[in-house]
């Protein structure tokens, strides 16, 4: 599906240079001389690189249609986590690199969305907000205010964040897995 290029939004996946780009960053630039641009930041999904490109109005790129389907997930082994489709019992396994990191917040039964284009999973889709537990924290210390400044924690899965200094060890909190940051106590 052709689209103009002042029409890229974050999250796009686009067929540009024999390769699928996810859009990253876009930023329209209107100069004071010639025409008006769209600065867009993208990282190619197959080779895990970043590319900078300019696309005028009049640019004609190709969107990649991505179908998404509801998986939840099962388990995982060595380099493999494994899906299962609930309407069509159909399994599915994908690599951990192409989930990065983000593979630790996976727990049995959570619903992703597996985008796949020509049969081949591309790109999985988590829920925005997770509920994870501190597993360790250092102590808060005195005179701090919760505005100035965050402290390491390390979840039970592993992964490390910065939280405002009044959680501590075995708090329960809501984790954003697009940025990996705390959002809130629960």
Known sequence: MKISGN?????????????????????????GKGGAFNQVEMKSINKDTK????????????????????YNYLYE???????????????INIKKDLL???FKFLSEGLEVKIGIYN????KIDLPNQINCKIE?????LKGQTVSSSYKPATLENGIKIQVPP??????SIIVDTRSIEYIKKI
């Open 7 to 31: 029409e890229l939004k974050t999250g796009m996946i686009i067929e540009h240079k024999n390769d699928l780009w996810e859009v990253l960053k876009t930023q329209h630039v209107k100069p």
């Open 51 to 70: 590319l900078n490109e300019r696309f005028r109005s009049g640019d004609s790129i190709e969107r990649a249609i991505i179908e998404e389907i509801a």
């Open 77 to 91: 082994d060595k380099d493999e986590c494994y899906f299962i489709n609930n309407k069509t019992f159909e399994q």
């Open 100 to 102: 990065g990191e983000k």
């Open 119 to 122: 049969d081949i999973p591309i």
């Open 136 to 140: 360790t924290t250092d102590a808060a």
């Open 166 to 171: 009044f959680i501590e060890s075995g708090d």
